[in-house]
């Protein structure tokens, strides 16, 4: 298994432009969630989706969408990127019971210049 | 309110001694699941623990320990015997039953140094 995969690991973007940073999975988890970790702090939701065709917003969703074609896929898109978009995402999937951890992709750490 | 807090920015602790590292939560959810991830200078997020809500017995996981008092809605780690590998930041998360998402909530973190 290998687990969550995240590409790219790092990027630089210039104020204005678009980008979509992929999320695969192949533990067949029904729920996955993108997160940002802004520097010295912990990460917050940005969208989260509970299957196939299903996503809704978390705490931080501006500036950002998501889609959800497949289980396995969770794609995040950055509109207008803003310096304010700097930051470290994280993709992680889950089962959908409270007691199961969540398991993380490596990162992508992004730069909005 | 905050739900996760986490008081100790940073905590320096001797190769081989142990350490705790403190966590307090607030939740309305009678079901609801703690756990620490452990994030190193390299930037990925490594599950430690869980406590589970309904647990009666503190959670272990090797040199791990989760010191859970549910009346005081406090889950701390303790890490025994020390590494230098041990040096990272430590997060603090929640799931609750009541959230759809079944979303982690975070705490700030606590950065251990480890000192040889």
């Known amino acids: 298994n290998a687990g969550v995969t995240q590409t790219p690991k790092f990027r630089i973007l210039k104020i204005g432009q678009s980008m979509t940073l992929q999320c695969t999975q192949d533990m067949n988890h029904n729920y996955m969630y993108w997160y940002r970790q802004d520097p010295g702090m912990g990460l917050k939701l940005i969208y989260y989706?509970?299957?196939?065709?299903?996503?809704d917003k978390g705490e931080v969703p501006n500036g950002y969408n998501v889609s959800r074609s497949t289980t396995e896929d969770f794609p995040l898109r950055l509109e207008l990127a803003a310096p304010s978009q700097t930051s470290v995402y994280f993709c992680?999937?889950?089962?959908?019971?409270?007691?199961?951890?969540?398991?993380f992709g490596p990162g992508t750490r992004l730069t909005v210049l | 309110a905050q739900k996760i807090t986490q008081t100790q920015p940073g905590m320096f602790v001797q190769e081989k001694e142990a350490v705790t590292l403190d966590c307090t939560y607030d939740?309305?959810?009678?079901?609801?699941?703690l756990f620490w991830y452990k994030q190193p200078s390299s930037g990925e997020m490594i599950f430690l623990i869980y406590q589970g809500s309904y647990d009666e017995q503190n959670a272990t996981e090797g040199r791990y320990s989760l010191n859970f008092q549910k009346a005081r809605k406090s889950a701390n780690l303790v890490i025994s015997a020390s590494q230098l590998g041990d040096s990272a930041m430590y997060f603090c998360?929640?799931?609750?039953?009541?959230?759809?998402?079944?979303?982690?909530?975070f705490g700030k973190g606590t950065k251990l140094s480890v000192i040889p």
């Open positions: 992680a999937s889950s089962y959908n019971y409270v007691y199961n951890e969540q398991f």
């Open positions: 939740t309305s959810d009678q079901s609801y699941g």
């Open positions: 989706s509970v299957g196939a065709g299903i996503t």
């Open positions: 998360a929640m799931r609750e039953a009541g959230a759809g998402s079944y979303q982690l909530t």
